[in-house]
């Protein structure tokens, strides 16, 4: 069975349940006290992930860092049918670029509300103008994209694991002070991601209504 080494409130371990439970694969959680105990830095776990950051997956000894990383594992290994990570070599520069976007997003966003809800010293103006940059950037690509009538990230009648990445921090945005107010391309895609069939909610995460 595949173990996820997780911690309810992330962002990164959040969008590696979704498709999880999006596959329908089942999965064992080990809930660290990353906040406050700061457990993801204790010597056990730094065993596993020497860069002490969550999510982890072990899945009968394949040992993967990197919520990124672990989609891809996770929807090529899983399935079989490539529509959540396709083969065809523009769809894959195409969600490749939009998994470097979602981690930028952890970076900005994700960061912003560590700041505000765990008390991280980050530099809350550039973090939020930083998050706010990335949301022009994907409000307007989401714009053109419905505009050519598409729903998700990346060309294709199916959303891909680029969604899923990207979703999140987008979607825990005001716990870091972020509105997406200004960005209605932005928060039509949200309400989409939160119809896929399997979808799971987290804390600050409400289902479609
Ligand atoms: N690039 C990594 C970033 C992971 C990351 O930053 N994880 C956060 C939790 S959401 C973390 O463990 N941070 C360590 C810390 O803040 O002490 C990924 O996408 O998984």
Redesign the pocket.
Known sequence: MIRLYD?EL????YKVRLLLGILGLSFERVPLD?YPE?E??QSWFLAINPL????VIDDAGVIL????A?LVYLASRYDPAGQWYPRDPIALGHVSMWLGF??SL?RSA?AAR?HDTMF?DVDIDKCRSNAHALFRVLDEHLWFAEQAGQDWLCAGAHPTIADLACFPYVMLSEEGGISRLPYPAIRRWTDRVKRIAGFTPMSGVFPAG
């Open positions: 911690y992330s962002g990164n371990c990353f700061r993801h830095k002490g950051e969550l999510p860092r990197d919520a990124q672990i979602a981690d952890t994700g560590l991280y």
